[in-house]
C-alpha cells in the first residue's frame, strides 16, 4: 500500500484499519488450522490426493497473504505513530 494513500486518512480510519488487519489475522490463523486439519485427517483416512494437496496450497495462499497484512499493518502503526503528539 501506498503512503499517500495512508497520509489521505484520519486517525480513526486508520485505527479501524489497525482492527481489521488484527482481526483478519485471527481469522487467517482460525482458517489456516482448520486446512491443516483436513489435510491431515485426508492424508490419514485417504492418502495423498487432490483434497490433501488442495488444502496444502490454500494454506501457503493464506500464510502468504498475511505476510502481506503484516507488512500493511506495520506501514499503517508507523503512520499513527508519526501522528501522534510527542
Known amino acids: ?6 497520509t489521505e ?5 486508520l485505527i479501524q484499519k489497525v482492527k481489521k488487519i488484527r482481526a483478519n489475522k ?8 482448520v ?6 485427517y485426508s492424508a490419514v483416512k485417504n492418502g495423498f490426493g487432490f ?3 488442495f488444502s496444502i496450497l490454500l494454506v ?10 503484516n507488512i500493511l499493518e506495520k506501514e ?3 503512520e499513527l505513530n508519526s501522528r501522534s503528539p510527542k
Do not use: W
Open 60 to 69: 501457503y495462499l493464506i500464510i502468504r497473504n498475511s505476510k502481506t497484512n
Open 51 to 53: 483434497s490433501t494437496f
Open 35 to 40: 486446512t491443516i486439519g483436513i489435510a491431515i
Open 26 to 33: 485471527i481469522i487467517d490463523a482460525t482458517i489456516v488450522g
Open 76 to 78: 499503517v502503526e508507523k
Open 9 to 13: 486518512l484520519n486517525e480513526q480510519e
Open 1 to 6: 500500500m501506498k503512503n499517500e494513500y495512508l
